[in-house]
Structure formats: C-alpha cells, structure tokens
C-alpha cells in the first residue's frame, strides 16, 4: 500500500486528492508556482493526524511540507511533485489565555489578529503585528520568525514565544521551553524552531507572552520630504535623539505614486493637507508621550526638510497609518509585485534607499519600496509586467541581496528563505555555519523529509 | 610533546601551571569546590589565543573549560582533573559603540556594569542586569543567559545578543546573527549559543542590542506584610491590574530577619516607618508614571494587607531599593549559603513560598528567600553550617527542584546547569528533547572537549 493509500486508512476524510485542492497548494502569496502538484494534502485538526502523518511519511521517506494560512512570500510552504502537503490552518483553537501570568496557549493555526482580538478584553496584547496579521497564522509566524510594524520596540516573533509542542519528523511529540520568562535548563530549542521554516519539526501548539495593552494616548506625525533620502535622514535624527516611537515607516516616490493613484488625491489631503514629495515617514508615539518629545521629533523632522502633520487624537492618525497601508493594496491593484524583505543596520536606510533607486534605472524595473525606519527592515516590491518573475527582475533582485550584504544587512528580515533565497543563504551564513546548519538539521530530521527543498538546497 | 607543553610553546606567558593560580579556578561563586586541579590555565587575551587553545586541545582529545570571571553559581566553569581552564576574562574591551544603531560590540570579558557605564553618556542603556552586574562579565552573562532585576519589563540576555562570534570545538570562528533587529537567514545559531554554558563553542566577541536609557521620574512602593504569601498575593495583584512595574521584588520572613540583622533596625525605620512583618514588596515603576498608576498599586498592594511608604524621588526609592540589595551580603556576613535559582508562573509564586516553608521545617534548613515578582524567578538560600553542602541540605535542594518543576516551573531560570543541577536536567527536559540536545552538542563538538561533565552528564 502506498503512503496515500495508508495515510487515508488511518487518517480518513483528513487526506484529499481532489486536484483542486492540490493545485492551491502548489503557490502561496509570493506568486510562486510548483512545478507539479503534491502527492495529497492532508488538513490536521488534531496533534494525532500531524503525528501519523509524519510516522507513515518517515517511514516512508516521503517529503511533508507543513503549510499555515498559505500567505508566506518565500514559497516556504508550496508542494510540489512527490510530497505531502501537511496544513494545520484548521487547528485554530485558542486553547489558554492566562492573564495571571500574561500567556496564551494556542493552535497553530490561529489568525494572528483573532489571537489579539481575544486578549483584549483582558487588557492585553500580542504584539508581533506582521503586516499580514489578519490573515496569517501564529504558526506561520513562527516559521518565520515574523516582526512588523512594532518590532523595533515591541520584538519580533521569537521574544513573545516561551515555548512550543513540536511534532518530530518520525511523529514523536516534543516540548519546549517554559510557561516562565526566565529559563536556562538545556539549549533553546525554542527559539531553533522560530524561524525554522518547517525544516525542523511542525508546530503544534505554542505557548506566547502577551503583554498590557500600551495605555495612553498616540500621537502621530506625518512628513512629506522632497526626497526618501531626507525622509531616511529624519528617522535617524529621531532615534539619535532617544525618543522611542512605536510606529516609523519611509515610503519613497514610487510607493508614493502608487499610493495616490490607488487611494485618490482627496485622502492624501485630507491627512496631510497640500504637502506633498518624494518621501513620506510616518512616526507613531504611544503610551501618552510627553508633549516635549513630540515638539522634539517635529523639529527634528522639519530641520531634516520635511512638511509635518501632526495628529493628537486617535482617528487622525488612523487616517496617517492607512497611507502606509495602503502600500500592498494599491500595488496588487497594479498587477503582479515581488514582495522583496531585505534588512540594513538602520543608519544604513538611505544609502539603501540610494542602492534601490540605482538598481531600478540600470534595470528598468520599478521598485517601489516601504521600509519599517525602526528596525532597517526595507520591502522593496520589484514591478512583474505580465506577472511573471522574468530575468531582469531576477537579475534586479540578485543585486539587492548583493547590496544588503554589503551594508552588512541580511537576506531576509521576515518572510524566511523558502525557494525564492535559498541560493543566496550560503553567501549570508558562510560555508562553516551553512554546514552546521545542515548537520543540526539532520539530527532533528535524518531521513530529510522535512520540508525538503526549502531553505537548504538539497546538495547531493 | 603533552598538550600543556605544545600550548605552552605556541602560546608562551598565557599559559600557567602556577598551582595557586590553578587552585583557584577549582571553584566559583557557588562555593562548589572540583575534586583536582585542572592541568593548566590559559588566559587568553585575544581571538587567536582561544583559537590556539581549541585547535590543539581538540587534536589531543583534552577537554576545555571556558571561564569568564568566575562569578557563576552552578559550577558551570570550574576546572578539574584533565582539563584546560580557558579563561577569557581579560578580554575585556568594548570595541564599538554604535549610538546610530543602537548596539555595542564587546569582547567576552567586558564586565556588565563597565559596559553601562562606557553606554550612559550616549544616553543608551544596557538592560539586562544580573545581581552580579559588577563582577559578572558579558560573556558570562551570556553562557547563562542571565536575567535580573528588570527583565520582565526589559528582556533577559537572549533578546538583547543581536550576533555572536564563537570558536568552534576544533578552532574554527563562527559569526552567527545580525547587525540588525530582525533576520530569519537559517536556524537561530545566536540563540543556540545563549545559555549553552560554554558546551558549544567559546563567545569571543557579541554584538548586543541596547535601548534608550528610561527617561522621567522613578517612583518606588515599599510595602512591609504580615505574611510573604500577602506579599505574593499583592505583587500578583499589581501584575493583574496591567500596570507595569520595572522591578518588582519579593523578601520573606527568613530574608527579612537576616537584612535588619545585617544594616541594622535604623536604616530599615529610615526607609520604611515603623512598619515591620514577615514579607516585603518592593514596587518600582520607571518612565514617570502616572499619578494614577502608583495610586492603583499603592490601594492594591494595601488592600492585600501591606503597609505601604511611596518615595518619588530617586533617594529614598535607592534607600528602599538598598533593603533588597542587602539580601546577600547580609547572607554572606552570616556564612555559607547555596544560592537557588528556581523559576515558576508568577501566579503560583505564594504556593512556592508555602512550599519553601514546609522544606525549610521538614529538614531543619534556613531557606531565606527573595524572588523577582514580576518573572516568577524564585532565589533561596540554604544555609550551610560549618561551609559544606551537607546531605540534608542536598536533600532539602532537591525537594525544591521537585516542587518547582509540579508548580510547571523550571530547574534554572538565570544561574545555569553547570554540575550542580545536571543530575535533574533530564527530569524537567525529558528523554526526546535530553537526547536530541545531546546530538546537537556533538554537531558541534563531536570529540566532547567543550565543558566535559557540565549540563549533560557524561553518560557512557
């Protein structure tokens, strides 16, 4: 009997070959594409459907991609010819929420923003806050260690994970980690499977911190310059001051233009009245700054050639924000983008800004590009005229990675190393530490089924 | 030519064999003394020297003890019979501080408080802040992944190490991490190497995060309780209400009784009024709190039986502070004490009290206790008569290891494995995850030289 055959003995109406269902997870929100569809999909809804399958397909020697909500942009989580896919979307319970102890215990399929919705009432918070936070899992998060907007002062998914159920690749079930927030018994095995990428083992449970919900206040300040490099000089000026603001983003021209096309002049002025540029940043304080820290970053803002907006009442600064958020949506409206997720040290932004702009002439690819200023995390979109990824874009995209690096950055911020950077994971790591990598993975999964192609290339 | 001879040859002056100097590294602040001298001592003063040391004694099979500067408390660097104490404590200088990015880099043998002080005039901050931030070093502190004071609101070491470079068990230098906040490039080898006790690799230089120095008004609660568990009760009240003390500290009876002994009834009355009791809650909020944030703590910390004095000036809230700070020399001026380190959910921090109380009557031990409120990171102190940690005490520290393990806490939260907790290592992690750590050591370490006998017994 073959490994479908098996799993659909033991697992039931969970194994589906209906080729419809394959053919989805053949892509996820990179625009990626598998060659070929997977040998079945198996949607668990319980830690004893992951851990079959995992059994029968080790035993086997039959590769498992483990898959969340299927919005990763690395092609961490598509299958292809000759595996299994293994989703846990439908394990979406919020099993605990402690409030004595500031935890919650949930299901990896969870929806980041549902997790958030039901802490609130309790006055807390979770605070990793991807930008894809209502449609993307908490598992999935963990994949990929994901950050946000916040992270810069709130920490990125790996601080808010205290510990984990992971199913092993032979279907045993480990646990990891503590309900406390100190612990030192044995290596962190926690945080060796945040940003693992399903090459490790699945998650099956998770265990995160959650934090008071910030009290207080936001205000808000919004600045048209008549170029990003300004606007990336400002964000510095702001830090190098110490002011801790919760929210900094840089939009250049071409997100810009996007922007306006996409949300109409009216709304642009009506946040930020007639100013207008090149490079926008929008900085967000919460927790009731003092007066004297905003009036600070204003200056600061306004000597670095910016026009300021400032909004001291929630629903103007919501108006602030939702510019910036209108960046994905206005360019998806446009056709078909590669999300790209490069990070520099932060006083590095312009140069990178810089670096974008020069790729984007010599190639003649627009690159319309957001960075989070906070943390150096930049996202420049690489423009796909009729939706495929053609040489060029290729070619662009390569000396981007190139680019980070020599500002002593990395590959990829949050969205993981999948397919899409898996070539150029050897140029970041080093063949020492690439190695070590392959070897730890190797104890973890010996008989390589885990996620196989992904992350690591297979080198035989 | 024997390992000793042929380090001595390639490394000259940094090699000792002086058996006084020898004779010292037997032992740390734990009081545990090795049963041997180790066969030499190197001090390395730079990366080469650690790189000599591994690369000869990994060819001769010889293990190597890393050592910072002897602070630990589990034994975690001391050299016995065989073994090469590799000291990096005079590696001690702060190469970078990087105020644009917010980082230091600084060599292993930096002591914590000196690399506050190099950051104070930038205005930035480095927050993690072990009780030993005078005498500890960074590296130290990284091998344990200490904790402190202020961690609940401000992070342990493991959120605040950006990158590391480590040499390897065979001689290699590894770089692992990032300049930046963010990066999911491969498996979190950073992380791996915290609190990995020096059985992976030697730290040579980190790369740490550190944050604005917390600006505005400190305001400091002192609340004296006629019972720890009201104390317990109180603190875990203030933690429900989302008010978000930087420190948050806890003293029982024992505790208390030990520190008037020590400073005397007048500086006690100088901070607190007549109030006295059985347990002590020290609050302190940063950041200028609102008014009404420290008039919420101060009605819940009363309602639960406290006698409360508020200091808003930085003065008396040191005075205040200075009670706690006394725990352990007033400990130390009385004898020997064997310095626990159990953590549990903050919730259950009364019913660890209790517990502590019971094994202090049961066996006939004094078990002065202090704990960090807001992590649920228990110290007690058995007292030793006549200096040795006799069988009763042994078993005294081993029914509180159980009680903090039924309680879903953890052996360690700060002070690490080392030899003295390596005999229950397996009972908190489990046969799969023991196992597995085990694996993972010998990726990195395949002949076992790195801190032979620590954390994982030798099992043969």
Avoid at 25 to 39: E, I, W, Y
Avoid at 127 to 137: E, L, N
Avoid at 179 to 189: A, E, F, P, S
Avoid at 409 to 424: A, F, M, Q, S, Y
């Amino acid at each position: 009997m073959d490994l479908v055959a098996r799993l659909t003995a033991e697992l039931g109406d969970v194994v589906t070959i209906d080729p419809v269902r394959l053919e989805a997870v053949r892509t996820d929100k990179s625009g990626f594409l598998s060659a070929s569809a997977p040998l079945a999909l198996v949607e668990a809804s319980s830690v004893d459907h992951v851990q079959t399958t995992l059994r029968l397909a080790n035993e086997a020697g039959v590769g498992v991609v483990p898959r969340g909500t299927g919005t990763g942009l690395a092609a961490g989580a598509v299958g292809d010819a000759g595996v299994i896919v293994l989703s846990v979307a439908k394990m979406n319970q919020i099993i605990e929420i402690d409030p004595a102890n500031e935890l919650a215990v949930v299901e990896p399929g969870v929806i980041n923003a549902d997790l958030d919705a039901a802490l609130e009432p309790y006055g807390l918070w979770y605070a990793p806050d991807p930008a894809s936070k209502a449609i993307s899992s908490i598992g999935g998060n963990i994949a990929t260690n994901a950050g946000g907007l916040l992270c810069a002062k709130y920490g990125v998914t790996r601080e808010a994970v205290l510990g984990l159920k992971v199913v092993l690749a032979d279907g045993r079930l480990l646990t990891t980690g503590h309900r406390t927030v100190k612990g030192v018994t044995g290596y962190d095995l926690t945080a060796l499977f945040v940003g693992s990428e399903g090459t490790l083992g699945v998650v099956v449970e998770a265990t995160v911190r959650v934090l008071p919900r910030p009290a207080g206040d936001v205000v808000t300040v919004g600045a048209f310059f008549p170029q990003i490099r300004q606007a990336a000089a400002a964000s510095s000026a702001v830090v190098a001051a110490r002011l801790r603001p919760a929210v900094m983003e840089l939009l250049d021209g071409q997100a810009l233009e996007a922007i306006r096309a996409y949300l109409g002049d009216e709304v642009i002025h009506s946040a930020m009245g007639h100013a207008s540029g090149d490079g926008f940043l929008l900085v967000q304080f919460d927790e009731s700054p003092a007066p004297e820290t905003v009036l600070h970053a204003v200056e600061l803002i306004e000597q670095a050639g910016g026009q300021t907006r400032v909004s001291t009442d929630a629903a103007t600064g919501e108006q602030l924000l939702s510019i910036r958020r209108a960046f994905h949506p206005a360019l998806a409206a446009r056709g078909e983008v590669l999300i790209e997720d490069v990070s520099v040290p932060r006083s590095r932004l312009a140069d990178a800004f810089d670096a974008i702009a020069e790729i984007s002439a010599r190639y003649g690819v627009r690159i319309p590009t957001v960075a989070h200023a906070g943390d150096g995390n930049l996202h420049p979109n690489f423009v796909v005229d009729g939706g495929a990824v053609t040489p060029v874009v290729q070619q662009a995209a390569d000396a981007l990675f190139r680019v980070a690096l020599a500002l002593g950055g990395t590959l990829t911020g949050e969205h993981g190393v999948g397919i899409l950077k898996r070539h150029h994971l050897i140029d970041e790591l080093g063949p020492d530490s690439y190695a070590l990598q392959r070897q730890v993975k190797t104890v973890f999964d010996p008989r390589g089924i885990l996620n196989p192609g992904k992350v690591f290339e297979i080198i035989e």
